[in-house]
T-cell receptor, first 115, second 117 residues
Framework: DGGITQSPKYLFRKEGQNVTLSCEQN?????MYWYRQDPGQGLRLIYY???????QKGDIAEGYSVSREKKESFPLTVTSAQKNPTAFYLC??????????????FGPGTRLTVL | AQSVTQLGSHVSVSEGALVLLRCNYS??????LFWYVQYPNQGLQLLLK??????LVKGINGFEAEFKKSETSFHLTKPSAHMSDAAEYFC????FGYGGSQGNLIFGKGTKLSVKP
């Protein structure tokens, strides 16, 4: 079945550590996104990528980094510079980021907790 | 800039009652509007979307929404609530059309729907 997978589902991190969240899609989509979700805050865009080896900052990119070496993969690194990283992280993809008619499909999410 | 406002962070209805979740948007260009549903600790699933054409849009699970340009609204309705409808619902607008924008979605803060037996 086609879809988006995120791993791990739950992740615990000590303060000062970097952690990497995985996102893989087999939908052959060009565009991929990372969102952060906090209770009562909706979804906020961290980074997005239209094509391999290219990505742009979203609204809250500080303290995060990404790479897009393969079309299928868009990992997110939460660095120690992110002051409040505890949140639910969602990855999404769409056929072409320049076409709003194309729906974004979401993965199941990763819940990150800083101890 | 575009924005979305969802009126009511929590809505409670009885099973079998009408569900009405409100969404208002701001946009200086024709908007593309979406409703997503999220069950606890899961990702978002598309319920329905409006791009162009018919203003009454039907989605999955018996939900529908009507685009009203004059009211800048895109409210979500379902005639009869079911216990399985209990979830969080997000309205979103695409920012396509603004200088440099790439069709990213702007989300409202969500409305949690509770269904009482």
């Amino acid at each position: 079945d086609g879809g988006i997978t995120q791993s791990p589902k739950y992740l615990f991190r000590k303060e000062g550590q970097n952690v990497t969240l995985s996102c893989e899609q087999n939908l052959n989509h060009d565009a991929m996104y990372w969102y952060r979700q906090d209770p009562g805050q909706g979804l906020r865009l961290i980074y997005y990528s239209q094509i391999v080896n290219d990505f742009q900052k979203g609204d809250i990119a500080e303290g995060y980094s990404v790479s897009r070496e393969k079309k299928e993969s868009f990992p997110l690194t939460v660095t120690s510079a992110q002051k409040n990283p505890t949140a639910f992280y969602l990855c999404a993809s769409s056929i072409n980021v320049g076409r709003p008619r194309h729906t974004q499909y979401f993965g199941p999410g990763t819940r990150l907790t800083v101890l | 800039a575009q924005s979305v406002t969802q009126l009511g962070s929590h809505v409670s209805v009885s099973e079998g009652a009408l569900v009405l979740l409100r969404c208002n948007y701001s946009s200086s260009v024709p908007p593309y509007l979406f409703w997503y549903v999220q069950y606890p600790n899961q990702g978002l699933q598309l319920l329905l979307k409006y791009t162009t054409g018919a203003t009454l849009v039907k989605g999955i699970n018996g939900f529908e929404a009507e685009f009203k340009k004059s009211e800048t609204s895109f409210h979500l309705t379902k005639p009869s609530a079911h216990m399985s409808d209990a979830a969080e619902y997000f309205c979103a607008v695409s920012d396509f059309g603004y200088g440099g924008s790439q069709g990213n979605l702007i989300f409202g803060k969500g409305t949690k729907l509770s269904v009482k037996p």
